[in-house]
Every structure is written in structure tokens, then in C-alpha cells.
């Protein structure tokens, strides 16, 4: 199983960038996935998930009306836009795709993203 992040990098406060994820060696659209973020000194959190149906994605409140999440079950891919970045975005972020009450649960590598003001 391969969870591939690509995109992220630098960019100026208020400015966009776009990660994507790419998924190999499970069942794409049957598993929930997402994206969680990490900076220096802090926990893991929450970013966004998407359902496996496409349902209504969950957001942060902290990305709500700045991030999209999106996915492709026909390309295994899940995506993050992101727009209107702030320095507290900066953080490394991670891809998830897992299925909820089992231990069937993959993280991608991470992805650096830094927002500078």
C-alpha cells in the first residue's frame, strides 16, 4: 500500500497551493480519506476528510472557507486546495485513507507547506 503526496511547498501569506495524494494497493473508493497537518511542537490535526460517496466533506474550522478537499475514485486520488494561506497553515501535511472500525488505516509520507508573512 502507497499513499503518495505531491505538491505543498512555499508560498506568501494569502497566496494558494494544491497537494495531492495518489493511492495504490487498496481499494480506493471504499475507504474514507483525508488530509491532517502537523507543525513544530504541536499534534497532529485535523484538516479535511471526504467520505467514500462524496458525501458532504468535514472541514476544520481553522480551513473552513479557505480549503476544498476533492477526490477521483476513478484515479485513486484525493486532493487539498488551498487558498488564502496563513502563517499557522505551515505545517507538514499528511494523506489518509483509512476505513472507519478496522485497522485498515494508511498515512502517505507528509508534505511540507510554509506560509511566510
Known amino acids: 500500500v502507497q499513499l503518495v503526496e505531491s505538491g505543498g511547498g512555499s508560498v506568501q501569506f494569502g497566496g494558494s497551493l494544491r497537494l495531492s495524494c495518489a493511492a495504490s494497493?487498496?481499494?480506493?473508493?471504499?475507504?474514507?480519506t483525508g488530509w491532517f497537518r502537523q507543525a513544530p511542537g504541536k499534534q497532529r490535526e485535523l484538516v479535511a476528510t471526504?467520505?467514500?460517496?462524496?458525501?458532504?466533506?468535514y472541514y476544520a474550522n481553522a480551513v473552513k472557507g479557505r480549503f476544498t478537499i476533492s477526490r477521483d475514485n476513478a484515479k485513486s486520488t484525493v486532493n487539498l486546495e488551498m487558498n488564502s494561506l496563513k502563517a499557522e497553515d505551515t505545517a507538514v501535511y499528511y494523506c489518509?485513507?483509512?476505513?472507519?472500525?478496522?485497522?485498515?488505516?494508511?498515512w502517505g509520507q507528509g508534505k511540507q507547506v510554509i506560509v511566510s508573512s
Open positions: 471526504i467520505s467514500r460517496a462524496n458525501e458532504i466533506p
Open positions: 494497493g487498496i481499494t480506493f473508493p471504499i475507504y474514507t
Open positions: 489518509r485513507a483509512f476505513l472507519p472500525g478496522t485497522n485498515s488505516d494508511f
